[in-house]
């Protein structure tokens, strides 16, 4: 079983919608949660950052961290056909750098 | 633009064969990682360099190796080369070392063995 578990999608939607995006994982230790963004074939970017449980809000993007249910989460609102993209959950536990990533979700956003 | 610099940003390459691919932090980061991603195998962490010194490793081949140099850029050398290496090799970088920090992606080599 991975630490991480991501569902690679792919997952379409019209544009204007709410998209959920999830990964669950199994280690207990992770306290830092991160969400980037990828556009094919370029460098993730860092979207969204939490530490520890709870929400966190910015413009059009909320994510969420269950830490009992290790479950986080990923909202987009009002997405735009510009958010057509991968999301990539990763997670880390303190100490040295090394974050673990999910596979990545693909998400497109039609006109 | 993450301020993290990356090259070559692509190149073919035969197997067997040795390439080094190169990174520049952005200003003022110590911590440089390198991570692999392919299709099958997702994001993969390689290893970790703080102030010159490795200080995390993660599913790197013994053909693979890296170092960072006293000015902080960094490189990774790829060894006898074989056809699952084709990936693109992707470096990022954080002020400190510790997970509280985030960390900055470059664009990426895109490798090919052929």
């Known amino acids: 079983q991975k630490e991480v578990e991501q569902d690679p999608g792919p997952l379409s939607v019209p544009e204007g919608a709410i998209v959920s995006l999830n990964c669950t994982y199994s280690n207990s230790a992770f306290q830092y949660f991160m969400w980037y963004r990828q556009y094919s074939r370029k460098g993730p970017e860092l979207l969204m950052y939490?530490?520890?449980?709870g929400n966190k809000e910015d413009g059009r993007f909320t994510a969420q961290v269950d830490k009992s249910s290790k479950y986080i989460s990923l909202f987009i609102r009002d997405s735009q056909p510009s958010d057509s993209a991968t999301y990539l959950c990763?997670?880390?536990?303190?100490?040295?750098?090394?974050?673990?990533f999910g596979a990545g979700t693909r998400l497109a956003v039609h006109p | 633009d993450s301020g993290v610099t990356q090259t070559p940003k692509h190149l073919i390459t035969a197997t067997g064969q040795r390439v080094t691919l190169r990174c520049s932090p952005r200003s003022g980061d110590l911590s440089v990682y390198w991570y692999q991603q392919s299709l099958d195998q997702g994001l993969q962490f390689l290893i970790q360099?703080?102030?010159?010194?490795?200080?995390a490793k993660g599913n790197i081949l013994e053909r693979f190796s890296a170092q960072q140099f006293p000015d902080l850029h960094s490189e990774l050398n790829l060894s006898s080369l074989e056809l699952g290496d084709s990936a693109l090799y992707f470096c990022?970088?954080?002020?400190?070392?510790?997970?509280?920090?985030?960390?900055?992606f470059g664009e990426g080599s895109w490798l090919t063995v052929v």
């Open positions: 990022a970088s954080s002020p400190r070392q510790g997970s509280g920090n985030t960390i900055y």
């Open positions: 360099y703080y102030n010159g010194e490795e200080r």
């Open positions: 990763a997670m880390g536990t303190g100490g040295y750098n090394k974050l673990i």
């Open positions: 939490t530490y520890s449980s």
